[in-house]
T-cell receptor, first 116, second 111 residues
């Protein structure tokens, strides 16, 4: 059973470009979480999605950031018009949470975004 | 709002000794608390979960305690090894389907 997959592992963008980060959850997991981690900082929750639904986006910046988890295909975190401050590691996690489990999260290897 | 604090940014422990990491929280009563390990350049890996009605949980050389009165969890690694060097994160549930993470403690086991 493959783990959570993220691609690309490294992404370099110039200011003003768009960044698209992809996450394929573990097989059978229908809950996806995105986190951002800055150097020497903790994991900051961004958004929580189920298939075709955004459940909680309270950690997402109001502008330029969006996320989706379509019925088919990976979850996408999209950052438009990137700025240097967007440089960070972005982690995706999936969970088999079904209302009776305790939300153990399985993390991908992360995408390291560098904005020049 | 909920707040999690992990005792120190970095901890140096001599090989073979017990490493103890602390996680304190405020403004919340979680139903459970989790501990994760993160190595440089990698995503966190789940280690242990302890429920609010459990005082202690063990897994091999790992032991976690949970004191809901003190609002504190302790994470112990006994007979520590250099391979245990990593950053350890605690996380608590905000609601059934959402958890928040502390900043982590970098543990260095010195040979």
């Amino acid at each position: 059973n493959a783990g959570v997959m993220q691609n690309p592992r490294h992404l370099v963008r110039r200011r003003g470009q768009e960044a698209r980060l992809r996450c394929s959850p573990m097989k059978g997991h229908s809950h996806v979480y995105w986190y951002r981690q800055l150097p020497e900082e903790g994991l900051k929750f961004m958004v929580y999605l189920q298939k075709e639904n955004i459940i909680d986006e309270s950690g997402m910046p109001k502008e330029r950031f969006s996320a989706e988890f379509p019925k088919e295909g990976p979850s996408i975190l999209r950052i438009q018009q990137v700025v240097r401050g967007d440089s960070a590691a972005y982690f995706c996690a999936s969970s088999p949470f079904s209302g009776t489990s305790y939300n153990e999260q399985f993390f991908g290897p992360g995408t390291r975004l560098t904005v020049l | 709002s909920q707040k999690i604090e992990q005792n120190s940014e970095a901890l140096n422990i001599q090989e073979g000794k017990t490493a103890t990491l602390t996680c304190n929280y405020t403004n919340y009563s979680p139903a459970y608390l989790q501990w994760y390990r993160q190595d440089p350049g990698r995503g966190p890996v789940f280690l242990l979960l302890i429920r609010e009605n459990e005082k202690e949980k063990r897994k091999e050389r790992l032991k976690v305690t949970f004191d809901t009165t003190l609002k504190q969890s302790l994470f112990h690694i006994t007979a520590s090894q250099p391979a245990d060097s990593a950053t350890y994160l605690c996380a608590l549930d905000i609601r059934d389907d959402k958890i928040i993470f502390g900043k982590g403690t970098r543990l260095h086991i010195l040979p």
